[in-house]
């Protein structure tokens, strides 16, 4: 049995005068001639034969070569393309993962800071300890601008390349201050702001005393 894929010897071929070969009280007639023509036919039908099958076993070969050397090329380079893109996102994860962190720990600060402005509440201090109350809600409004200022540079320094810059507003002093220090003006007029209360206090019962003296 012939096995698929294997390639067909050819028979040899046999010399005319093998072909030919007669006994010595046998003499070359036409009948053995066409006999002879016959086999000869019928042997360079089988070579053509066996000259297609070879032709087709090369052409197979061929193809499966092209396939493996193409099977070679496409693993080489998917499989460089896919080390480096590995790597490319793990660093993109653990760039992406500090991110957040980041991210989390600013919005836990900032709320903290919000929470600690709004409760200020000018209308519940006692007026003996006014200045007292004032400086301690400036310094609280002035650490939350400081941690505001500090947590906005640590986020744009890993910001990735490729990612947009956060918009987060600049964290400016005040106009008409210098290295965080409020002017005298400033600090009188915030004074008097929250001193106005009592003066008008008192000057409705100053009112009253002189009103009531009169009577």
């Known amino acids: 049995m012939r096995h698929r894929g294997s390639i067909v010897m050819p028979e040899r071929i046999r010399p005319i005068e093998q072909m030919l ?8 007639t036409p009948e053995l001639l066409d006999t002879q023509v016959q086999k000869a036919q019928e042997q ?81 201090w006692n007026p003996a300890d006014l200045h007292k109350e004032l400086s301690r809600a400036l310094s609280t409004v002035d650490d939350a601008r400081a941690e505001f200022s500090q947590q906005r540079s640590r986020l744009q320094a890993i910001a990735t390349q490729d990612s947009e810059e956060m918009a987060l507003p600049e964290a400016t002093p005040e106009a008409g201050t210098a290295n965080g220090q409020r002017p005298f003006l400033q600090w009188m007029l915030i004074g008097f702001a929250f001193s106005l209360p009592l003066i ?16």
Do not use: N
């Not at 070969?21 to 070359?28: G, K, N, P, R, Y």
């Not at 087709?56 to 998917?78: F, I, V, Y």
């Not at 480096?84 to 957040?100: C, D, G, M, N, P």
């Not at 008008?200 to 009577?215: E, N, P, R, S, T």
């Open 44 to 124: 360079l039908l089988s070579l053509k034969r066996q000259q297609e099958q070879i032709e087709k076993q090369k052409r197979e070969l061929e193809e499966l070569s092209r396939r493996q050397e193409e099977l070679d090329h496409g693993r080489a380079e998917m499989t460089d393309k896919l080390t480096r893109s590995l790597v490319i996102l793990e660093r993109e994860a653990y760039e992406t993962q500090k991110k957040l962190e980041q991210l989390r720990a600013t919005r836990e600060s900032f709320g903290q800071h919000l929470e600690m402005l709004e409760a200020i509440d000018p209308k519940s």
């Open 21 to 28: 070969e007669l006994s010595d009280d046998e003499a070359v």
């Open 200 to 215: 008008v206090f008192g000057l409705i019962g100053l009112a009253l005393f002189f009103f009531m003296a009169k009577g």
